[in-house]
């Protein structure tokens, strides 16, 4: 696909922030880093929020950065560090720098499917104003080896009542539009699980603004399987019942919390 010239039309190029966050992630920034670098869509700003990590993250940033000043399809590279609150405190960090049309988070050791992946969101998105464009997502290790798709997985049609079953679009294959997205922070009382009420939260801005919900069908992003979310998995289950309480109300989450031990 060709990219180097924008659209023959009237209306600007979209373009996408890709924020990642890091803190110490010397064994895993560098795969986030090339899935990012090696995309030949080049309205691309990848946003880098490091909660000043001490060991060589920030040297793979700054190598990162003088490869980004000579390359053929060079992106936006900003890099801001400083001592956060933890990862949504940095999230939200990222909401309020980012520049682009629409905001994808993916965090160290995860990585965007194919180096053609954001040209392809961007053809789908084409003329519309869609709320939220999501996929699939892939699980890879620590290695970043493919272990296989992710359990569940997004329905053809997407509700803010789809997450009654679960978080059915992983946080990573969420493309939030940042006219919604700058109005919606993560919800700083919740630990481990405050992307699940984010996304819940977004979708339902969205259809009070009957704002489209895009399902892209394409693999998104190749999620690392030991996460935040992973490793403190009991803690983030109690979270999420608390955030689907609230959302969805006690009898329904109930009821939904049967049908997934069923399943």
Known sequence: MQTDNPPSST????????????YNATETIERTILSVEEQDYPYVEHLIIDGNSTDTTLEHIHHYQERNSIAEVPHEIVCRTEPDEGLYDAMNKALRLATGDY???????DTLHNAHLLSDIARIAAGTKAAVIYGHTDLVDNEGTYIGPRRLTPPEVLTSDSFKQGMLVCH???????KLAR?????????????????VRLMKAAEEKSMALLNSKLIISDYLNEGLTTRNHRRSLIERFKIMTHHYGLLSTCLHHLWFVVR
């Open 172 to 178: 990573q294959a969420f493309f939030a539009n940042m």
């Open 11 to 22: 209306t600007e190029p979209l373009k996408f922030t890709i924020a990642t966050v890091t």
């Open 103 to 109: 905001i994808l988070f993916l965090n160290a050791g």
């Open 183 to 199: 109005n919606v922070a993560y919800d700083m009382k919740y630990r481990f699980s405050a992307d699940f009420d984010w996304c």
